[in-house]
């Protein structure tokens, strides 16, 4: 068989890297996405600038982001991930999920924003589409 056509049969997978300050929701949410059929968490941190530079050497296709962070913001995240990759999938997932960062976060460039009281479900559903729609 030729490699091209070996490559196209081949599953492609959605690489994810999620951002969260609580090491309980964060391993919630590695477990959760790696339970994903075609989903493979790349890394995770629990601050901007570990996230930034996780984010910039992972390349991931997905990350899951919240918007208050150690000492620090999501937003800011948001912002130079959207900035230095804007082709990278951008899941705000929020316990402050208010009309103000709601605003903020989708004009900086989320594509979702989502609220971790009811709406923390979400996440697997959105994935998949958005694993459904790479090239």
Same mark, same amino acid.
């Given at each position: 068989m030729n490699e091209?056509?070996?490559?196209?049969?081949?599953?492609?997978?959605?690489?994810?890297?999620?951002?969260e300050d609580s090491e309980l929701i964060r391993e919630r949410l590695v477990s959760m996405l790696a339970g994903l059929s075609g989903v493979q968490v790349v890394g995770h941190a629990d601050n901007a600038a570990d996230a930034i530079a996780g984010i910039l050497a992972g390349k991931p296709d997905?990350?899951?982001?919240?918007?208050?962070?150690?000492?620090?913001?999501?937003?800011?995240v948001l912002q130079t991930i959207k900035h230095r990759m804007p082709a990278t999938a951008v899941i705000m997932l929020t316990n402050y !999920?208010?009309? #103000? =960062?709601?605003?903020?976060?989708?004009? !900086?460039?989320? #594509? =979702?924003?989502?609220?971790?009281?009811?709406?923390?479900?979400?996440?697997?559903?959105?994935?998949?589409?958005?694993?459904?729609?790479?090239p």
């Open positions: 091209l056509a070996h490559a196209a049969t081949v599953p492609s997978t959605t690489h994810v890297f999620v951002v997905v990350v899951v982001l919240d918007v208050k962070l150690k000492a620090s913001s999501g937003i800011e !999920a208010t009309k #103000e =960062y709601r605003r903020k976060c989708l004009e !900086a460039g989320a #594509e =979702y924003f989502l609220d971790k009281t009811n709406e923390f479900e979400q996440l697997r559903p959105i994935i998949a589409q958005l694993k459904r729609n790479e």
